[in-house]
């Protein structure tokens, strides 16, 4: 009886191995299959989203109206899980529908999306593209993280710089860069069993905040880390022209003294003069956008019409660099 239980305990414990094994055979099978069959991937254009906290978005997902409360047609996402300062690399996704529920909070890994009550910027931006585009193939590759700056040690949440060598030298541009060869490696984007074929097309950058309430010298040397930092993005995309749109930064005015960040207009400065001097960037302002009761974020209509505007500016890129 002993030895018949052991070997059934032996049987079930080799099942719950070979179990996640099984399921990649199937779907490398499925893929094989498709191949075989002559069935041929599709093309997205691919959109990088990425900044702090507004990016990140905290608009709320009750307040949508119904058109946007549900799943996107031919608009796929791959939200990069942003890890913690000086922690394992992270930036791990799937890619799947865009929906709702990709705001502040998100989580993800390999198996699935961790939807939060919250919606960004990236949700009427999908949408807005798609329409631009005819309706056509749309990928989006977000990487977002609240409470950072460009320069090390100036915001809590931690440094976009790739310098960045305190503790065990992990910045959120190790998150980032994570995200990016989770999202070109997956192969399949919308889940037909076949090889879709990613073409990177635009960039869009929102974030600043970290920098502009931090020191005058943090805030003077931003320009030259924001210039540095999209070469570096535009490379790791492997387009080093590629478009990219600076949002704008604004200051809310909610304070005693009139500004959140002491120093928001050197930054805003920085961030004109770079678009002004880049001949494949362009600047998208958000000044006159209502904030929510903290002063820092962005309300609900807000994230709804900027995600539409950085659309249609990355489209009106697109479109000039197609002249040339």
Do not use: C
Not at 236 to 263: C, F
């Amino acid at each position: 009886m002993a030895r018949t239980a052991g070997y059934l305990l032996f049987v079930l414990i080799a099942a719950l191995l070979l179990f996640p094994l099984s399921l990649w055979s199937l779907a490398h099978a499925a893929e094989s299959a498709n191949r075989q069959s002559g069935a041929e991937g599709k093309t997205f254009k691919l959109y990088f989203l990425g900044g702090q906290s507004n990016m990140g978005g905290l608009g709320d997902v009750s307040l949508l109206p119904d058109e946007l409360k549900g799943e996107q047609s031919g608009v796929y996402i791959f939200h990069g899980s942003s890890g913690n300062h000086n922690a394992p690399v992270d930036g791990r996704g799937v890619w799947a529908r865009l929906r709702p529920g990709h705001g502040a909070g998100f989580h993800a890994d390999f198996t699935g999306n961790q939807y939060t009550k919250l919606f960004g910027p990236e949700l009427t931006f999908g949408e807005q593209m798609s329409k631009l585009n005819g309706d056509g193939d749309i990928a989006i590759l977000k990487y977002a993280r609240g409470g950072t700056a460009l320069r090390p040690g100036a915001a809590p949440g931690g440094t976009w710089s790739p310098d960045y060598f305190s503790g065990n030298a992990v910045s959120q541009y190790d998150h980032l860069l994570a995200a990016i060869e989770y999202a070109m490696s997956a192969g399949d984007v919308d889940g037909d069993g076949v090889r879709d074929t990613l073409i990177p097309t635009g960039i869009v950058w929102f974030q600043g905040e970290g920098d502009a309430a931090h020191t005058v010298s943090t805030a003077n040397g931003y320009g030259a880390r924001l210039k540095r930092f999209i070469d570096l993005l535009r490379a790791a995309l492997r387009t080093d022209d590629l478009p990219a749109v600076i949002v704008q930064v604004s200051d809310s005015g909610m304070a005693e003294d009139g500004k959140l960040m002491d120093h928001v207009d050197i930054v805003r400065d920085a961030q004109a003069a770079f678009a002004k001097q880049d001949p494949h960037a362009k600047l998208l302002t958000t000044d006159g956008y209502k904030f929510l009761k903290d002063g820092w974020h962005l309300d609900s209509n807000a994230n709804i019409d900027l995600g539409r505007q950085m659309a249609d500016s990355l489209y009106e890129m697109e479109v000039e660099r197609a002249r040339q």
